[in-house]
């Protein structure tokens, strides 16, 4: 008998930019940084089979496949509260939860950098696919989750190389450069550093050089490091702990360390003798206290405050944006007959198996009658016939699911198959 089986659906539950309050987002998005231990306590849900975090700067999601898609709103919301030690009424007015089609959607317009606050940045493609690597390797993805996550980063791809989204783009690196030109004007004669060494770093420093900065301050972890900046951009190399001596020495400081704690608080600059101060934080969770900005002169800024910088680059990217739609929309209508067919994939090996068997008990009764050379003809014309009977019907029932008659069309092929088997199976054995 062919058995229909329930099938995984894909939903996400996130927060971004556009909505939610930096101070609820980091939080959030901090619970999800250490991936493998917010992985492994999702997959203990009931429901859950699957799992991808995604934390960036910009947004903070949760994808998973359940059989419930409908039911389990409410057990990732007060799981994300819980696991982030948030109030769950702070937390539920700024988060979406999407579905089926819509998720691929979503996933396929974020790796597409479409949603970005930087509309266009190249780092979210790689972010993704950090993501789900890591919930890979680790065997928190199945099938769903990881055709839907390939099949993300390839639209993400194709939209890059056919559409121009990115010609011309800016980090939030490079934003947070254009927010520092525009409070202080030219910058060869200031003295920046630069806290934080990894990509965004990079990122800043690259930007601050193409913009005439000669004199940086680079802080880190690792010492080395900030010595091979130093030597590349120019400038002094420190540990990160002598951050706050040496901040008194610069004009403009740039965060972008990735940290579970606020690395600048108050207190750490309370003292400071020289108050003319500009601290960009970009970085996600934030390393800055917003309490810093209190101090007098000492201005913060935070990715938020770069919104209006990066939407006048927005809108030159417009046209190249629905070129990028247009990827979208195919990749997620291939993913809907992929999703459908790969659910029907049980049902059409039995018809065929069935439809075979059939080919089989018939053209044994002309094996004697016929030569040899006849016999294979014969093969053939069965083999041909064969797959030109059930072309028909997989096309329809293919296209019946994705309009949601998925599950009544198998149910009736069912009767048909196990009557036709029953009446077919006698003759078979005479």
Partial sequence: MIKNKEKNHCVVLGVSYKTCPIDIRDNLSRALQNSEEALSSLLGLPGVSEAVVLATCNRAEIYVATLYPEMLRDTLLNWWAEFSKQDLSEVVPYCFYLT????????????????????????????????????????????????????????????????????????????????????????????????????????????????????FSFFNRTFEKAKQFASRFGGDAFEIGALTQEIRNIDVLITAVRSQEFILKKKDLA????????????????????????????????????????????SLRKQASERARLFIEEAAMDFTEWFYSHSLTPLFVQMQEYHEKIGVFVL???????????????????????????????????????????????????????????????????
Wanted: charged share 25%; aromatic share 6%.
């Fill in 100 to 215: 089926h089609l819509e998720a691929v959607n979503h996933l396929y317009t974020v790796v597409s950098s479409i949603d970005s606050l930087v509309l266009g940045e190249n780092q979210i493609l790689a972010q993704v696919r950090s993501a789900f690597l890591k919930a890979q390797e680790a065997g928190f993805t199945g099938t769903l989750l990881n055709h839907l996550f390939q099949t993300a980063l390839f639209v993400g791809k194709q939209v890059r190389e056919n559409t121009g989204i990115g010609d011309g783009t800016v980090s939030i690196a490079h934003a947070a450069v254009q927010l520092i030109e525009h409070e202080l004007g030219r910058l060869e004669n200031t003295r920046i550093g630069i806290l934080g060494l990894g990509e965004m770093g990079l990122l800043a420093a690259t930007a601050l050089s193409a913009a005439e900065v000669s004199s």
């Fill in 271 to 314: 003292s400071l003798s020289k108050h003319d101060l500009l601290i960009v934080d970009i970085a996600s969770p934030r390393n800055v206290d917003p309490e810093v900005g209190d101090l007098d002169g000492i201005r913060v800024f935070c990715i938020d405050d770069l919104k209006e910088i990066v939407e006048k680059n927005r």
């Fill in 364 to 430: 044994n009764k002309w094996k004697k009658k016929v030569s040899e050379e006849e016999y294979a003809h014969l093969e053939r014309f069965e083999e041909e016939l064969r797959k030109k009977i059930l072309h028909i019907p997989f096309e329809s029932l293919k296209s019946l699911s994705v309009a949601g008659m998925g599950l009544e069309s198998q149910l009736l092929l069912e009767k048909i198959y196990s009557l036709t088997s029953f009446k077919y199976g006698k003759d078979l054995d005479e």
